[in-house]
């Protein structure tokens, strides 16, 4: 979000609006990635897997977005998966029409698919791609979505690269500065975001950090801002990690953010991960930098996220929530 956007956000809050609108567009997915949270049982908290929902396609699916983008006027839409590319027509005049509002659109995709020449146009458009570690690593666990792939399906176009940290990234000392390197020499490559991996309440997978692991990886990530500037890692963000909310209600990102599932009916809980995450070990990074934003002290003891919550209150009442 540009900062120019903070008070219209918070606007859209004391009116009783959630400013943020992430969209899950499809349950299709090429790749079946390990640890993945999307085809969890419990990732729509109603216990129905994701795969049950009805997908729309073309006309309808583009109408009934439409229809959540009126419904919550929001200034930012994400749309994830899935992979959001098995919609790339759709998303096309999604996308379009979204610029032509001025609404900021983030589309989240490990670039399995080809990204269409056009969406260079859109200057609106934040394209992330998830990348997960050096190509042997990735190309292992992400194939068929491989480094060659991706770099063929992005040229051309300017992205961000996100790779999400997890214990093995940490064993060998230079890996994350290897990655960093890597991603820098590519020119269409505008910023490399470094996020932490989050784990769900009572889950114990490979990819789960310990309390030392995400000390060392931050520190390793500290490291890589002055040798690498594309590595994009504020403070605002690196003390959100240090200090994850204790719980989705403390939580700036959750509480602003209205996140829907495939059938566009059907609300993603507590944010856009989904489930019952480890807030505590969190390291989302829209997360942590809206986390730190909401401990600035505006006066005295009152800081942004109580003038926050107090017009979120204030505009749930007003317009009866969502
Ligand atoms: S690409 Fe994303 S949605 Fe698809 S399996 Fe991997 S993590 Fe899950
Ligand atoms: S973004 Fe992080 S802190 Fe916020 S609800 Fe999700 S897991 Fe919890």
Redesign the pocket.
């Known amino acids: 979000m540009r900062k120019t956007a903070i008070f219209p956000a918070w606007g859209r809050i004391l009116r009783g609006y959630r400013p943020f609108l992430s969209i899950e567009i499809t349950r299709e997915?090429?790749?079946?990635?390990s640890?993945?949270?999307?085809?969890e049982p419990g990732h729509l908290n109603n216990e129905r897997p994701i795969r049950a929902l009805t997908e729309w396609q073309g006309e309808e699916l583009v109408a009934r977005i439409f229809r959540l983008v009126r419904r919550f006027r929001p200034l930012h839409v994400s749309i994830?998966?899935?992979?959001p590319l098995v919609h790339y027509r759709e998303m096309t005049c999604l996308i379009r029409q979204l610029s032509t509002m001025g609404i900021e659109i983030q589309v989240a995709t490990?670039a399995?698919l080809p990204i269409p020449a056009e969406w260079t146009e859109f200057q609106n458009l934040q394209l992330v791609v998830?990348v997960d570690g050096l190509q042997p690593d990735h190309d292992a666990r992400?194939a068929p979505?491989t480094y060659d792939r991706i770099l063929r399906h992005v040229d051309g176009h300017r992205i961000i690269v996100h790779c999400t940290v997890i214990p093995r990234f940490l064993a060998q000392l230079d890996y994350l500065k290897e990655f960093a390197h890597t991603w820098s020499l590519q020119s269409g490559v505008r910023k490399i975001w470094f996020s932490l991996f989050t784990p769900q309440i009572g889950e114990y997978p490979l990819e789960r950090l310990t309390p030392a692991d995400r000390t060392t990886a931050i520190d390793r990530i500290v490291a890589l801002r002055s040798l690498y500037p594309k590595v994009y890692a504020p403070e605002v963000v690196l003390h959100g990690y240090r200090h994850p909310p204790a719980a989705p209600s403390e939580c700036i990102f959750a509480q602003t953010t209205s996140c829907v599932s495939a059938d566009l009916a059907t609300w993603v809980t507590p944010c856009q991960l989904g489930g019952r995450p480890e807030c505590s070990e969190c390291g989302c990074i829209a997360g942590a930098g809206l986390a730190s934003i909401g401990r600035f002290k505006l006066a005295g003891p009152l800081n942004v996220s109580d003038v926050l919550a107090v017009s979120k209150k204030f505009g749930d009442r007003f317009r009866g929530g969502i």
């Open positions: 997915c090429p790749l079946r990635c640890g993945c949270d999307a085809y994830v998966g899935g992979e490990r399995a998830s992400r979505a």
